[in-house]
């Protein structure tokens, strides 16, 4: 019930395309489902995060749509850009506690120039 | 926004040595601090939880004894990797929470991350 499930493991777009990426979890217990962009070498960063009261939030270029029902969750990225190029987690967790986050299995995207 | 400054950012021992690692939070309490394990490509194992002032819990799996967590401050948590080993070569990484007001997340903020080879 811990489990969230992401997908695909990794994804080629070229610059200006929208990369999706999805996440589905099973614990209707969450309510904190934020998205991280990690660099090699780095600690990851947050992106964007979301909770269930809304089904859509958009920072810049970065979108979560959030489906409560169906138990899933995806980030879009509008105009991707070399830059963007990372492994981008999915998490989810309980809000106002210290409980541990619990992490898809990454997406490794590269954005072709 | 919150910040969790985590030194080294990479080093290299000798079989056998131990290595520490510290996380510091650096304009918030951090009453819990988080422990992960990434492998290359995978994504970030959870090895410890633990709350200021008590002793850490770790993961099934993970040796206590091996990977020692002292969390005495609200500001400092550190790892110690205790006889390390090549297989103990790892990217370690540090989370710390705090309750926050202002609209800061959940209140995880990740430290940069710690490259260990043990050659």
């Known amino acids: 019930q811990q489990q969230v499930k992401q997908s695909p493991q990794s994804l080629i777009v070229q610059k200006g395309g929208i990369p999706i990426i999805n996440c589905a979890y099973e614990n209707t217990a969450f309510d904190y489902f934020p998205w991280y962009q990690q660099f090699p070498g780095k600690g990851p960063a947050l992106l964007i995060a979301i909770r269930p009261d809304v089904s859509e939030k958009k920072e810049g270029r970065f979108t979560i749509s959030f489906n409560k029902s169906a138990k899933q969750f995806s980030l879009h990225i509008m105009d991707s850009q070399p830059g963007d190029s990372a492994t981008y987690f999915c998490?989810?967790?309980?809000?106002?506690?210290?409980?541990?986050?619990?992490f898809g299995s990454g997406t490794q995207l590269t954005v072709l120039p | 926004g919150a910040v969790v400054s985590q030194h080294p950012s990479w080093v290299i021992c000798k079989s056998g040595t131990s290595v520490k690692i510290e996380c510091r939070s650096l304009d918030f309490q951090a009453t819990t601090m988080f422990w992960y394990r990434q492998f290359p490509k995978q994504s970030l194992m959870l090895m410890a939880t633990s709350n200021e002032g008590s002793k850490a819990t770790y993961e099934q799996g993970v040796e206590k004894d091996k990977f020692l967590i002292n969390h005495a401050s609200l500001t400092l948590s550190t790892l110690t990797v205790t006889s390390a080993h090549p297989e103990d070569s790892s990217f370690y990484i540090c989370s710390g929470w705090g309750p926050r007001t202002g609209g800061a997340g959940n209140g995880y903020t990740f430290g940069s991350g710690t490259r260990l080879t043990v050659v």
């Open positions: 998490a989810a967790g309980q809000s106002g506690s210290a409980r541990q986050l619990t």
